[in-house]
């Protein structure tokens, strides 16, 4: 493949699937042969890209793809991957015939969808539904016996329906205070006795759960934030059960280097004042590209070294501080590894206040995307041409 024809602006992620892999393989060793893995790859896999992220997860063994909501799974069908994918929010009943007609499976709860349902879908239809529980988490799902028990009857009536799955979703298996966690669990395990027949999927596992709650996975756990290597959460990270390896990193080169005087300005607003003689890098990434403003005084890595951005970050462009005069071209990393200095996904999300799950999904869709594999550049996608 030849790089320099796939994008024409020095600004990209790299994506190694060598680790989406790894995290993969450890995740299955680690919740055993009996229990399956989901690979959750909604968000465009957190910001990786949904094709080659679902392709690199099924190889490694995933038995199924979960998304957020349909057209994220009609996208991934688009793309050729022909696994079993699992919506994971709500699909508009009216929209039920373009599910069963690209085999995407459902997460179904409201009586009344299924009725809307039933009026719509075709005598030859068969919809596979996994039916969601509220424990505790309060968004979506059945949250009573009654409903439960009239849910199940009707799935059950229809042969166009198949009941395949049920599960719940927790709001606090990140934390290391367990007792909601606990709450919720018991829920779980008094609604499906309610069921008249299990279906074939039971599963609770977030990252969270399954990294940390063995006790949970029953037959399937849900490998999202994991899968790409970041801990769910800062305060479970001393209590892993293996490394995780993250895929994602971010990277841009210098295109102009000049040096300012003491007393001379920079950017929108000229609130950065150079405080001696300053070689002044300029990159060519910015918020248009979910570098946000609110990243101004972040560090980047150039040869290695720490320097931070000064002034406002503009929509495509930003400046940094360099320490001497540096070549046009240099690399420049924003998330990953130079020499011994590491920046992390979790970095910046601290700096933003925030999780490290909003930091792979905020990065633009403009930004193209290098995957790695055994070394070697595997693909190049830019959505932009
Ligand atoms: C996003 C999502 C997951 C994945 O959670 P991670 O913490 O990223 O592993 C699992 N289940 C549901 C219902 C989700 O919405």
Not at 157 to 184: I, K, S
Not at 227 to 255: C, N, Q, W
Request: hydrophobic share 40%.
């Amino acid at each position: 493949m030849d790089s320099q024809l796939a994008y024409y602006r020095d600004t990209w992620a790299e994506i190694n699937l060598d680790h989406i892999s790894y995290n993969m393989d450890e995740m299955k060793r680690h919740v055993g042969e009996d229990v399956k893995v989901f690979a959750v790859v909604k968000a465009n896999a957190y910001g990786h890209g949904d094709e080659e992220v679902a392709r690199e997860a099924l190889n490694s063994g995933a038995s199924y793809l979960a998304v957020a909501f349909l057209d994220e799974a009609l996208a991934l069908r688009k793309k050729g991957i022909a696994a079993p994918i699992l919506v994971l929010g709500i699909c508009r009943p009216g929209d039920v015939r373009i599910a069963v007609e690209n085999r995407i499976s459902l997460t179904v709860f409201q009586q009344r969808w299924l009725c809307e349902a039933k009026e719509i879908l075709p005598s030859n239809a068969r919809l596979d539904i996994h039916v969601k529980l509220d424990t505790g988490m309060g968004r979506l799902g059945v949250r009573n016996k009654d409903e439960l028990k009239e849910l199940e009857s009707t799935i059950k009536e229809d042969p166009r329906f198949c009941l395949e799955g049920v599960y719940t979703h927790f709001a606090t298996a990140d934390e290391l205070n367990f007792a909601y966690f606990e709450r919720q669990m018991e829920r779980f395990q008094e609604m499906i006795s309610w069921f008249e027949a299990r279906p074939e999927f039971i599963h609770t596992g977030n990252s969270a759960a399954a990294l940390i709650h063995s006790e949970t996975h029953h037959n399937a756990v849900r490998m999202g934030i994991s899968m790409y290597g970041l801990t769910p959460s800062p305060e479970i990270e001393p209590v892993l059960p293996f490394r995780l390896k993250p895929a994602f990193s971010l990277h841009t080169k210098l295109v102009h280097v000049k040096k300012i005087s003491k007393g001379e300005r920079l950017s929108y607003g000229a609130t950065y004042e150079a405080t001696e003689d300053e070689w002044i890098g300029t990159l060519p990434i910015g918020y248009a590209d979910g570098w946000i403003r609110k990243l101004q005084g972040q560090e980047v890595l150039i040869e290695g070294q720490r320097v931070p951005i000064v002034g406002r970050i503009c929509m495509d462009q930003c400046m940094v501080k360099l320490p001497a005069e540096l070549p046009i071209g240099t690399v420049v990393t924003l998330i990953g590894k130079q020499g011994e200095e590491y920046i992390s996904v979790n970095e910046v999300a601290e700096k933003l206040h925030t999780i490290n799950y909003e930091i792979t999904c905020m990065v633009a869709g403009r930004i193209p995307k290098v995957y790695k594999k055994n070394g070697k550049v595997k693909r190049i996608i830019n959505s932009l041409l």
